[in-house]
């Protein structure tokens, strides 16, 4: 790439180049140091990557090569644009890096992928930031003018309106997914379609349709090796979560979207999800059994006395909160991760509400499958399981409240003790450190 021009169809050629003089007066650094100011988040990231000045592609792009993440920007394209649109164009270029574009295996049609990408994230930076022409979902493109429409084929215009009229009906801020899988219906219009630049990417050469594209280069993608591909996201994860973690630090976000910071938290989120917390609780409440095995050779006295064999279970009660607002829906949520749980743990299930039901006893194990059923209606006191599980301890080695949440806080626990907190719920109080607290989530809520 960095030795010949390596544009393709899809490397649109700007409309508007920069003069030798102008390419060679403008500096790059000075609009690094103003996105500091105005889009710390975006800089953050942009300081972990090689900036190269290259004539070797028409405009710019990101492009990850031998675990290493490099921008490379021609000067004529650069000084063309306007101050904002440089910005724009920063803005864009890691956008591109935050999605993992630059290392996700290409979709084909490659060209199809390149619009959607585009589309995605423009529709995430003010307009007034992109350089003329853009992709912007819920905008026709620009109208061909006059030279441009007798120089087109009958069929080149009908192309250009037919995907105009597609991305003009998109609506803003959707994956590039969601794009990609919608401009399958124009796929056939894009593939093989020669842009406003002829080979090469100059102005002016070939027949062309007017169709605008992608404002920067997606040349280099997809030849990563699978090391390498893995090496660059972790490189970009990890400026990734810096970057959010001190946006969120100073409030300083810039002009990132509302939405959109909601998505950069979860991707950095290192959330485990609920159903493995509650696997690694009930692993942590395993009891050995001991018995003689002759088979086994005893350490302190071999041969003379047979050896010990331990066998691990696990014997936990579960205490479900019988008020109002613990829904149907989270018992069949819970009770479907017990269901996975209960082949290798026995579970002893009671109701409780102010005090523990404790006819509603019922055994789960791999041969039993116990009922839902309420049996009380009462209120909440966390201080009826915490008594009765104590009383119990020879019988458990820990127990689970399922619960929304809203109660005091109960007496500390001589067994292990865990809140299973119902989706969109919260424990009222802190729990102790030796307390697990479960926020379980809806399946289509779940990261």
């Known amino acids: 790439m960095a030795t010949k021009n390596n544009s393709t169809a899809t490397d649109i050629a700007p409309t508007k180049l920069a003069s030798e003089a102008e390419a060679a007066k403008f500096k790059l650094d000075p609009h690094l140091i103003n996105l500091m100011w105005a889009e710390p ?17 028409p405009t710019a792009g990101v492009l990850a090569k031998d675990g290493q993440i490099s921008m490379w920007w021609n000067p004529k394209f650069l000084g063309g644009l306007t101050s904002p649109q440089v910005k724009g164009l920063l803005k864009h270029e890691c956008y591109h890096l935050v999605f993992e574009h630059t290392t996700t295996r290409r979709h084909e049609p490659h060209i199809v992928w390149n619009y959607a990408t585009d589309l995605a994230i423009n529709s ?10 853009g992709l912007i979902p819920g905008k026709a493109f620009e109208p061909l003018t006059a030279k441009q429409l007798a120089e087109m084929s009958d069929d080149a215009i009908a192309r250009f309106n037919k995907v105009s009229e597609l991305i003009a009906s998109f609506p803003r801020e959707k ?15 894009l593939q093989g379609q020669g842009g406003q630049g002829g080979e090469g990417g100059e102005p002016g050469e070939g027949e062309g349709n ?10 280099g993608w997809d030849e990563l090796s699978d090391e390498e591909r893995e090496l660059v996201k ?11 973690q001190e946006a969120d630090r100073s409030g300083q ?7 959109m910071r909601g998505t950069l938290r979860e991707m950095i989120s290192k959330e485990i999800p609920w159903q493995s917390v509650l696997k690694q609780f009930c692993g942590m409440t395993r009891r050995a059994n001991r018995a003689s095995n002759v088979k086994r050779i005893n350490r302190k006295y071999p041969g003379i006395h047979p050896g010990i064999e331990r066998g691990y279970t696990s014997s936990i009660a579960v205490y479900i909160d019988q008020s109002g ?40 194990d791999r041969n039993r499958t116990p009922g839902i059923g309420r049996t009380r209606c009462g209120g909440t006191d966390f201080e009826a399981p915490t008594k009765h599980a104590n009383k119990n301890k020879s019988r458990f080695d820990g127990y689970l409240i399922l ?27 802190k729990a102790p450190r030796r307390d697990f607290v479960i926020q379980m989530k809806h399946k289509k809520e779940a990261a």
């Not at 988040?41 to 592609?57: A, E, G, P, Q």
């Not at 605008?212 to 280069?217: A, Q, R, V, Y």
């Not at 972790?234 to 959010?244: D, F, R, S, Y």
């Not at 976000?253 to 939405?259: A, I, R, T």
């Open 210 to 219: 007017g169709m605008p594209g992608p404002m920067d280069s997606h040349d």
């Open 41 to 57: 988040f975006f800089s953050k990231i942009l300081r972990r990557v090689t900036k190269i000045k290259t004539d070797s592609i």
């Open 175 to 189: 994956s590039a997914e969601w794009y990609f899988s919608h401009l399958q219906e124009v796929a056939e219009e």
């Open 325 to 364: 607002s613990v829904g149907d829906d989270a018992l069949e949520l819970f009770f479907g991760e017990l269901k996975t749980l209960a082949r290798r743990t026995k579970i002893t299930i009671f109701n409780f509400d102010t005090d523990v039901d404790e006819k509603s006893e019922r055994i789960w």
């Open 403 to 429: 619960t929304d949440g809203e109660c005091g806080e109960p007496s500390p626990s001589r067994l292990k003790r865990g809140y299973i907190i119902c989706p969109g719920r919260e424990l009222y109080f």
């Open 234 to 244: 972790g490189k970009v994860k990890q400026a990734l979560t810096e970057a959010v």
């Open 124 to 133: 995430l930076i003010p307009e007034e930031e992109l350089p003329e022409g």
């Open 253 to 259: 976000w810039g002009s990132v979207p509302g939405s």
